[in-house]
T-cell receptor
C-alpha cells in the first residue's frame, strides 16, 4: 500500500538557518504530493503541492520538488523565521483517489 | 468565506458517556473526512464520504464509533460508549470532487480536543 516516511523530529534551528525536512514515499500509481503545516492549536493547512514528476511546489519561501527517480519530496527553506515554528506533514494522494496518506509529522522549532 | 466549522472545540467527558462531534463543510464541497490525531499514532483517517455516501470506513476503530451525514453540509462523529483511549484531537476536512482529477485539496477544521476521563 501507499506510505510516506518523513524525517523524525523534533527539529530545532536558529532563525535564518537553512531548513530541510526529508520525505520519501511509496505508491503504486502516479500520486500528487503535498506538504501541510499545522500551527499550534489549529488544523492542517496546505503549504504547497506538486502533481507530477519534476514539478516544484512553492509557497511562503518554502519549496519542494517531486523527484520520481528517488521517490522524494523534501521540504526546503533558505532562511527560516520564528513564525515558521509548526508541525509539518508530508502527504500523498493517488490519482483519482481522494484519500490522503500522511507521514508522521515533523515538529519544527525556530529559536531567535 | 467560512472555513470548515467544528464543534465543540473542547470536550471533557467521563468514560462510558456518549460523545458527539460536529462538522460543517465548506459551502459547495461534497467530500467529508474525519481524522484522529494522537501523539502515539499521528494523524489517522477514520472515514470519508463523497456526496453523503461513506466511501471508506476502514479506519473506524470499532463499533463504538459511528459517523453520519444527515445532509450535504453537515456531519457527526459519535462515540458510544467513550473510553479514555479515545482521547485525541478529532479533525474534519472537506473538499470538492468533480470527476477524476489529479488532486483534490482538503481543507481542515480547527479540531475538537476530546478528553475522556
Amino acid at each position: 500500500g501507499d506510505s510516506v516516511t518523513q524525517m523524525e523530529g523534533p527539529v530545532t534551528l536558529s532563525e535564518e538557518a537553512f531548513l530541510t525536512i526529508n520525505c520519501t514515499y511509496t505508491a503504486t500509481g502516479y500520486p500528487s504530493l503535498f506538504w501541510y503545516v499545522q500551527y499550534p492549536g489549529e488544523g492542517l493547512q496546505l503549504l504547497l503541492k506538486a502533481t507530477k514528476a519534476d514539478d516544484k511546489g512553492s509557497n511562503k519561501g518554502f519549496e519542494a520538488t517531486y523527484r520520481k527517480e528517488t521517490t522524494s519530496f523534501h521540504l526546503e527553506k533558505g532562511s527560516v523565521q520564528v513564525s515558521d515554528s509548526a508541525v509539518y506533514f508530508c502527504a500523498l494522494q493517488d490519482f483519482g483517489n481522494e484519500k490522503l496518506t500522511f507521514g508522521t509529522g515533523t515538529r519544527l522549532t525556530i529559536i531567535p | 468565506d467560512a472555513g470548515v466549522i467544528q464543534s465543540p472545540r473542547h470536550e471533557v467527558t467521563e468514560m462510558g458517556q456518549e460523545v458527539t462531534l460536529r462538522c460543517k463543510l465548506i459551502s459547495g464541497h461534497n467530500s467529508l473526512f474525519w481524522y484522529r490525531q494522537t501523539m502515539m499514532r499521528g494523524l489517522e483517517l477514520l472515514i470519508y464520504f463523497n456526496n453523503n455516501v461513506p466511501i471508506d470506513d476502514s479506519g473506524m476503530p470499532e463499533d463504538r464509533f459511528s459517523a453520519k451525514m444527515p445532509n450535504a453540509s453537515f456531519s457527526t462523529l459519535k462515540i458510544q460508549p467513550s473510553e479514555p483511549r479515545d482521547s485525541a484531537v478529532y479533525f474534519c476536512a472537506s473538499s470538492f470532487r468533480a470527476g477524476a482529477r489529479n488532486y483534490n485539496e482538503q481543507f481542515f477544521g480547527p479540531g475538537t480536543r476530546l478528553t475522556v476521563l
